[in-house]
Nanobody, 121 residues
Framework: QVQLVESGGGLVQAGGSLRLSCAAS????????MGWHRQAPGKQRELVAS???????NYADSVKGRFTISRDNAKNTVYLQMNSLKPEDTAVYYC???????????????WGQGTQVTVSS
């Protein structure tokens, strides 16, 4: 089993910044892609940003130039630096991790419990 523990959410004014962290723990052979999704009230969960084990990144168009995803493989942790926040960024942010437990083994997807980000206008 893998546990993902998120931190760093909160309330911030428009134009402000927040940094989210997500630490993975448990017995894994390798952590592949890690990423952040978000879900606003009444909307579907959407991808915000992802990063591969080789540090290739992918961003939603709505956050490009404002958010930066990074990871520390030694700590099994992924970060999301969010700058120039807008009220429309308000959502619950979820960490996701793709892991395998053996070399060349099947890959499994895990989610964190979510952390609330609220941006006031």
């Amino acid at each position: 089993q893998v546990q993902l523990v998120e931190s760093g959410g909160g309330l911030v004014q428009a134009g402000g910044s927040l940094r989210l962290s997500c630490a993975a723990s448990g017995s894994t052979f390798m952590i592949h892609d890690m990423g952040w999704h978000r879900q606003a009230p009444g909307k579907q969960r959407e991808l915000v940003a992802s990063i591969s084990s080789g540090a290739s990144t992918n961003y939603a168009d709505s956050v490009k130039g404002r958010f930066t995803i990074s990871r520390d493989n030694a700590k099994n942790t992924v970060y999301l630096q969010m700058n120039s926040l807008k009220p429309e960024d308000t959502a619950v942010y979820y960490c996701k991790s793709i892991v395998s437990f053996t070399e060349d083994g099947a890959r499994y997807q895990y989610w964190g419990q979510g952390t609330q980000v609220t941006v006031s206008s």
